[in-house]
């Protein structure tokens, strides 16, 4: 790659733009605009590739680019030799079998004999040839949901965030066959640049912090022992002695889920002047 970094990224749907957020909060600052294919990265040896989300994987497996940014069912889809650095925690989604409303079919055993259409046929095929089960995968692009309605196919299987869609088409959702999300992927390779494994660190920085707050307080020196049980951080908690002898400055890592619940509980221990930051970036 002539001493350049290639990373691709989609170019527009559900990863498009929170990709593009991830990679300049991790310090990759590029400018685009929307007939943009190939963005160079300021100050830096790195070119951005805006390219279809279901390219992204060959163009990784190809060498043509070093990393690149996708969904794990398009990774799963591509089978392909690439390899998942990290879950990226948007676009999450889930690969749903479903049939129509006034189908009997009530378990996954029951689509012995469909017709399945889905834009995943690879997916799809190994799925039931993995459990057993004998159907005819009918690969569509588009909307799947009215393959029954036209007489296409018994079942679908289809990508879904909220089921809305499924609903609207009077499809009834019998399993979850994949649960997908937005993944940073390399080639597998054993070689990697320290460029590729730096951008990689910066990256899972970025999606490590968006899970965390950080919580500074003031406490009295006996109740340390207490509000370590409730904040334990990732080793242990950082206390600082104040200017008064019996207070101390208690600074912690939390999950951002648990702070509803940890917040009374450091008030009920003693603390007080109680202070809740986003993290920008961590590594752990």
């Known amino acids: 790659m002539t001493g350049q970094l290639r990373i691709a990224v989609p170019n527009k749907g559900r990863l498009a733009e929170p990709s593009a ?73 889930r690969l749903v079998a479903a049939v129509p409303d006034r189908s009997l079919a009530a378990t996954i055993a029951d689509f012995a004999g469909f017709r399945v259409a889905t834009s995943h046929p690879n997916v799809v095929s190994r799925f039931f040839a ?32 909220t089921g809305s869609t499924m609903l609207i088409n009077g499809l009834r959702p019998v399993v979850t066959i994949l649960e997908s999300q937005g993944v940073l992927v390399t080639a597998e390779s054993d070689g990697r640049d320290d460029l590729t494994r730096t951008v990689v660190t910066m990256i899972r920085s970025v999606v490590a912090a968006r899970t965390k707050r950080y919580i500074l307080m ?61 993290i920008e970036q961590m590594i752990r």
């Open 130 to 161: 993995d459990k057993g089960i004998e159907t005819t995968t009918v690969p569509l692009r588009g909307s799947v949901e009215v393959a029954p309605k036209l007489d296409v196919a018994e079942a679908v299987v289809d990508l879904v965030s």
């Open 21 to 93: 957020a991830l990679l300049r909060q991790a310090g990759i600052r590029f400018e685009r605009t929307e007939r943009s294919l190939a963005v160079p990265v300021a100050d830096s040896p790195i070119e951005l590739l805006f390219v279809r989300t279901e390219d992204v994987s060959e163009l990784v497996a190809d060498g043509v680019a070093a990393l690149g940014i996708t969904g794990l069912d398009l990774v799963d889809e591509s089978g392909l030799p690439i390899t998942v650095e990290t879950d990226l925690g948007f676009g999450r989604c």
């Open 218 to 278: 003031n406490a009295p020196a006996d109740t340390v022992a207490e509000i370590e049980t409730i904040i334990p951080g990732i080793e242990a908690p950082t206390v600082v002695p104040l200017s008064h002898d019996s207070m101390v400055a208690i600074h912690s890592v939390v999950d951002a889920d648990d702070v509803w619940q940890v917040l009374p509980k450091l008030e009920q221990a003693g603390a007080s002047g109680i202070l809740v930051f986003p």
